[in-house]
């Protein structure tokens, strides 16, 4: 499996405003995922998208993968205090059963 | 259904101890994976265990050894700690069947401190 590099590494946005977060990785994928971490918890699957695929929604969030540049991003619309977390992305090959993650961008929404 | 439970939730030891954490996942989840995140290293990978038998293994020294029993309830243990073991200890659970498009679902964690 291989690790994904998010950028930036830290963002400071206002409530309201959009979050967008970047995710690069290295070889081809079968699969990228997205998780949450609030401070000092574990983990939360955000989403998954497919290496067929270059859009994917759920709710506030939407993800796209441009697997030509091998690359993906995260957007939070409309971001909430409740969104402050640490985002990592996780991208999978296929071949093994394990996800790395990255060192994550770290989310701050002020009121 | 329940959560991956992960207990004890912290946990304090001296160098040269040994510690064991433990892993409750999801019912019907038969992998459990383990990572030790720090805010030096990040997020790494312990191992992976399937069906009682490690699947997986990440870079760590053997102080680091992990079991899985038939329930797959998960142990993991650090034998004469160091301070450098200090960390947040998570474990996540999946189903392990359908590997390649399978989500983790992470527990709280055991914060470890070494003193």
């Known amino acids: 499996s291989q690790q994904g590099e998010e950028d930036p590494q830290a963002l400071s946005i206002q409530e309201g405003e959009n979050a967008t977060m970047n995710c690069s990785y290295k070889t081809s994928i079968n699969n990228l995922q997205w998780y949450r971490q609030n401070s000092g918890r574990g983990l939360v699957h955000l989403i998954l998208i497919r290496s067929n695929e270059r859009e994917k929604h759920s709710g506030r969030l939407r993800v796209t993968l441009d697997t030509s540049k091998k690359s993906s991003s995260l957007l939070i619309t409309a971001s909430r205090a409740a969104d402050t977390a640490s985002y990592f992305c996780a991208p999978h090959t296929g071949t093994a059963s394990k996800l790395t993650f990255g060192t994550g961008t770290r989310l701050q929404v002020t009121l | 259904k329940a959560g991956v439970t992960q207990t004890p939730r912290y946990l304090i030891k001296t160098r040269g101890q040994q510690v064991t954490l433990s892993c409750s996942p999801i019912?019907?989840?038969?992998?459990v994976s383990w990572y030790q995140q720090t805010p030096g290293q990040g997020l790494q990978f312990l191992f992976e265990y399937f069906s009682e038998t490690q699947r997986n293994k990440g870079n760590f020294p053997g102080r680091f050894s992990g079991r899985q029993f038939s329930n797959s309830r998960s142990e993991m243990n650090v034998s004469t700690l160091e301070l450098g073991d200090s960390a947040l200890y998570l474990c996540?659970?999946?189903?392990?069947?359908?590997?390649?498009?399978?989500?983790?679902?992470f527990g709280s964690g055991t914060q470890l401190s070494v003193l």
């Open positions: 019912s019907g989840h038969r992998s």
């Open positions: 996540a659970s999946s189903t392990g069947q359908a590997w390649a498009n399978e989500k983790l679902f």
